[in-house]
């Protein structure tokens, strides 16, 4: 029978590219250096996680990992719960399921037994914010603002806009194809979920900025925004060095990259879009567009703005009228 350290090795070298992403790959390989080597006590004994036989995990032993891992200090319940129930349990289902050599998912007893974690909310910026941004970027930055200018106008993920290529791109029709994201190492893969493949319309001042920087022969496989050596964009670079820089000289709170897709969802709430044809246009689910941006729903300038869209031609323009002709 294999033990956990025998079978981990193997397993490693079947979680390779292109199967999995680089990233992943690496977070298997640390978080099973944190297991093997854990010594944890079962049954009145301390025994070494890597020297057990797969085929004899219980329940019983995952505990003691847990324990294990949170007494010894240093690591979140976060940190643990992804090292034992993401890496470990996806090694063991693989033992379970694919090699047959567990009978059981030891995992199984532990279900709903984690602490129930505190997402953060999503935090955007103003559009007040967003326009000093902007402004600021195409002054001081103007390399980097067709690439700003690109994400916070489409709410695309940084992963997506970075494996954006020329021949996802139609001009004629303003329009771009998502079809993969690409990762830090810069491997690049299909989105994780079906919504994620999706067409989305250009505004026009977007469609503007991709005619200037169209090259006069790009081929359909080069990326559309680039790095100073006419790489990729690294979007690394841009959110932990041109980002905070752009803000620090602007005195804004710091955020996050990501939060320029968060700005495009929360200002698009406010300003009364269907939240289903957001969630499709966005490449996400109309319950996550719910439970994290519910508090742009209840926008009464993002009713109104709705009510006035929908009025008839021959209605008053005024916002009393459109209530009143509601009721």
Not at 68 to 96: H, Y
Not at 224 to 252: C, D, Q, T, Y
Request: contains cysteine; proline residues 6%.
């Amino acid at each position: 029978m294999k033990t956990v350290r025998e079978y981990a090795r193997g397993w490693l070298e079947r979680k390779q590219p292109p199967l999995v992403r680089p990233s992943l790959t690496r977070a298997y390989r640390s978080h099973l250096g944190a297991i093997l080597d854990l010594e944890i006590e079962v049954d009145g004994r301390v025994a070494v996680v890597g020297d057990l036989e797969v085929g004899g995990l219980a329940p019983r032993h995952i505990e003691a990992c847990r324990h294990a891992m949170l007494e010894g200090g240093g690591r979140s319940v976060k940190t643990v719960k992804n090292i034992l129930a993401g890496t470990f349990r996806a090694m063991l289902r693989d033992a379970r399921l694919i090699d047959e050599i567990l009978e059981r998912d030891p995992f199984e007893a532990l279900k709903g037994s984690w602490p129930r974690e505190r997402k953060a909310p999503p935090d955007p910026f103003t559009a007040e914010e967003r326009n000093l941004i902007l402004d600021h970027i195409k002054r001081r930055h103007p390399q980097h603002f067709p690439l700003f200018l690109f994400l916070f106008e489409t709410g695309m993920r940084p992963s997506e806009v970075a494996a954006l290529r020329w021949g996802d791109v139609d001009l004629r029709a303003g329009h771009v194809t998502i079809s993969k994201g690409r990762t830090r190492g810069g491997f690049e893969a299909a989105p994780k979920t079906a919504a994620s493949f999706r067409s989305c319309l250009l505004s026009p001042v977007v469609r503007e900025v991709l005619r200037e920087m169209n090259p006069l022969h790009a081929t359909e496989d080069l990326h559309v925004f680039l790095g100073v050596e006419g790489n990729p964009v690294n979007m690394a670079k841009i959110s932990e060095r041109v980002l905070p820089r752009v803000l620090r000289a602007l005195e804004i709170r710091p955020r996050k990259l990501y939060s320029t897709r968060h700005t495009f969802i929360s200002l698009a709430l406010t300003g009364g879009a269907n939240p289903k044809g957001l969630a499709e246009y966005c490449g996400t689910s109309l319950a996550m567009i719910q439970a994290n941006y519910g508090r742009f729903l209840g926008s009464q300038e993002g009713i109104l703005n709705a009510m006035q869209e929908a009025a008839v031609p021959s209605a008053p323009s005024t916002a009393t009228s459109s209530v009143a002709s509601v009721r």
